[in-house]
């Protein structure tokens, strides 16, 4: 039976793009002009109205600080909501270790928005705002 929304286990196979490597596969489930928060008191910090601009401040900041060979890797840790809800929330577990060898092990609740095209509309990132200007202070 089709829903309205992807169902948890459809969220789980769109998110786990970011967990492999392969960031474009799970950001084309994502409309351009998404807008996206990133809570807290860090230099990530804030409230991107595209897609491109999330990308580009926030997303590609934090993976230039990783060492090349440990790169920032996101895994689903359990979802909740979507199906017939156009809400759902992710949580996730980075994974990475930063350039100067601090382990980037940032814990993530993406509260997250579908349209009836099944894209990401909305998020709100909710993380642990000490860990993100740790990791660009010592590393950028």
């Given amino acids: 039976m ?9 969220i789980i196979t769109i998110f786990s793009h970011l ?6 596969a799970f950001f084309a489930h ?5 807008s996206w928060t990133i809570t807290g008191t860090h230099p990530l910090a804030g409230t991107f109205n595209s897609l491109s601009n999330f990308r580009q401040a926030a997303f590609a900041r934090i993976s230039a600080v990783m060492k090349e060979d440990e790169p920032f890797r996101l895994d689903v840790v359990n979802v909740a909501g979507g199906s ?8 996730l577990k980075a994974r990475g270790v930063c350039k100067n060898g601090l382990v980037y092990g940032n814990r993530y609740a993406w509260v997250h928005r579908w ?4 894209k990401i509309v909305e998020v709100r990132a909710y993380l642990d705002s000490a860990l993100v200007k740790q990791a660009l202070e010592e590393n950028e």
């Fill in 115 to 118: 349209n009836e095209e099944r």
């Fill in 2 to 10: 089709s829903t309205l929304y992807p169902t948890p286990s459809e």
């Fill in 30 to 34: 994502v409309s351009p002009t998404v």
């Fill in 19 to 24: 967990a492999s490597g392969n960031p474009d």
């Fill in 84 to 91: 017939s809800d156009a809400w759902a929330v992710t949580e």
